[in-house]
C-alpha cells in the first residue's frame, strides 16, 4: 500500500539531546499529521499541521509543514526516557478522504 | 482514554476462521477509519465510512468488509483468515468526513488479531 517515506527509520540518543526526524511524499498534502505510538497502544496525536511553512510546537516538539507541501519536519528538544516509542507522521492531499501514514520511526532514549 | 472503543482486545483463531472487530467511536465523531499494522510496520488504510456511507477505500482485500451502523459504531469482518492476516487492527474516528480542513483522527488501542 501506500505510504510515505520517514527518516531516520530508528534513532538512539542520549537523554537531554534533540532530535530531528521526517517525512517526505511523492504528492502534494494539505495537512500533515504527526503521531506517537507506544508499545501496544493506539498513535496519539503529537501535532496538526494545515499550512504550507507552518511551525506548531507542543511542549518540547515542534513540527513544521514543508513549503513545498510534500514534507513534514518533527524536532523533539531535550529528550526524555518517556520519548521513547514510534513516531508517525500522517499526510492527506486536497479532496482525498483518506490519511497516509509514514514508516514511522522508532526513537529509543538513553538515560 | 481516547473516547475511540475497540473490542476484544486480543483474538486467537485459526486460519479459514470468520471474526468481527467492533469500534465505537468518540462522541459527536461521525467518520470511522479502520488500519492495519502488521508486526513492525506502519499504517495501513483500509476503510473509512463517514455517518453510515463509505467514503474511500484503501487495499482493503475482498475478505475483508466492513460497515457504520445508523448508532455510528463500525464493524470489521475478516474471513477466511490466513497467517498474514496477523496484525493489530485500529480504528480511528474523526468528527468530519475527512476531505475538509481541520480533521484529525483519534485511535482506539487496537484489536490483535492473531491467526494459527
Known amino acids: 500500500g501506500q505510504q510515505l517515506n520517514q527518516s531516520p527509520q530508528s534513532m538512539f540518543i542520549q537523554e537531554g539531546e534533540d532530535v530531528s526526524m521526517n517525512c517526505t511524499s511523492s504528492s502534494i498534502f494539505n495537512t500533515w499529521l504527526w503521531y506517537k505510538q507506544d508499545p501496544g497502544e493506539g498513535p496519539v496525536l503529537l501535532i496538526a499541521?494545515?499550512?504550507?511553512?507552518e511551525l506548531t510546537s507542543n511542549g518540547r516538539l515542534t513540527a513544521q509543514f514543508g513549503i513545498t507541501r510534500k514534507d513534514s519536519f518533527l524536532n523533539i528538544s531535550a529528550s526524555i526516557p518517556s520519548d521513547v516509542g514510534i513516531y508517525f507522521c500522517?499526510?492527506?492531499?486536497?479532496?482525498?478522504?483518506?490519511?497516509?501514514f509514514g514508516t514511522g520511526t522508532r526513537l529509543k532514549v538513553l538515560a | 482514554d481516547s473516547g475511540v472503543t475497540q473490542t476484544p482486545k486480543h483474538l486467537i483463531t485459526a486460519t479459514g476462521q470468520r471474526v468481527t472487530l467492533r469500534c465505537s467511536p468518540r462522541?459527536?465523531?461521525?467518520?470511522v477509519y479502520w488500519y492495519q499494522q502488521s508486526l513492525d510496520q506502519g499504517l495501513q488504510f483500509l476503510i473509512q465510512y463517514y455517518n453510515g456511507e463509505e467514503r474511500a477505500k484503501g487495499n482493503i482485500l475482498e475478505r475483508f468488509s466492513a460497515q457504520q451502523f445508523p448508532d455510528l459504531h463500525s464493524e470489521l469482518n475478516l474471513s477466511s483468515l490466513e497467517l498474514g492476516d496477523s496484525a493489530l487492527y485500529f480504528c480511528?474516528?474523526?468528527?468530519?468526513?475527512?476531505?475538509?480542513?481541520?480533521?484529525?483522527?483519534?485511535f482506539g488501542a487496537g484489536s490483535r488479531l492473531t491467526v494459527l
Open positions: 499541521l494545515y499550512k504550507a511553512g
Open positions: 500522517a499526510g492527506r492531499s486536497s479532496g482525498t478522504y483518506k490519511y497516509i
Open positions: 462522541s459527536g465523531d461521525l467518520s
Open positions: 480511528a474516528s474523526s468528527d468530519r468526513d475527512g476531505r475538509g480542513g481541520a480533521n484529525v483522527l483519534t
